[in-house]
């Protein structure tokens, strides 16, 4: 039975960067919870258990959560994709991380990591999300979306941030190094979202692209759903 409780033991303060889904899964982590779905209902948020859409649902009232983490409503709020502008159907833009994306450019629902990056800090960028971001710039590696063990897709909802449901810790899996030119991409939404290490945008500063805002830049790459 779960403990009825106004906080948890154990908090943690989000990265500017991470996943919404991502820092539940840090919560259940460091309190030793089996399934994010404790910390969904001790916040009253029951009805999303498993459910991507939870990080793309504006009217989220995160009060609750608020209370069994101590951090403040409006910060937890800003991990989610919330639209931008004020277009309100299926075609709406999110915002992610100050740039407005269509919602076809986010794959929340298929997670990515780079096993590199959780070594040095462990939590879900949300930038992984993004479906034209296959590789890490800052470890010039490929990101990977399905455990190397079990060859499952990586689960979404699940007990620890680098370890997947069979038990394999993808901290330990291999970096695949990718050569430079399949790094520009990424690169380039890492330079439009404010993140580190973006030097050398060689190809997509010498091309139209480049003065592409995140938004047309993934139109132009027409991603499928």
Known sequence: MLPRTRSL?????????????????????????????????????????SKVSI????????????SLTGINAE??????YLPSGVKRNKFVDYDVLGSAVPRIAISAHRPKICSACLNEQCYVRKVWDLTAVTTCPVHR????????????????????ISTCTCGYNWREHPLTSVAESQLEISKRVHFLCGLP?????????????????LKALFSAFALPN
């Open 55 to 66: 990080a793309f649902d504006e009217t989220l009232n995160l009060k609750g959560l608020g």
């Open 9 to 49: 033991v154990f908090s943690a303060v989000p990265h500017a960067d991470e996943s919404f889904i991502g820092y539940l899964i840090r919560l259940t982590e460091v309190n030793h919870y089996e399934t994010p779905a404790w910390i969904l209902q001790l916040a009253s948020l029951n009805n999303y258990l």
């Open 141 to 160: 590696c490929l990101l990977f979306d399905e455990c190397p063990k079990c060859c499952r897709t990586l689960p979404l909802s699940r007990k620890r």
């Open 197 to 213: 290490s973006v030097e050398g945008l060689s190809q997509l500063q010498s091309s139209p692209l480049a003065s592409l805002s």
């Open 75 to 80: 910060q937890l709020r800003g991990l989610l």
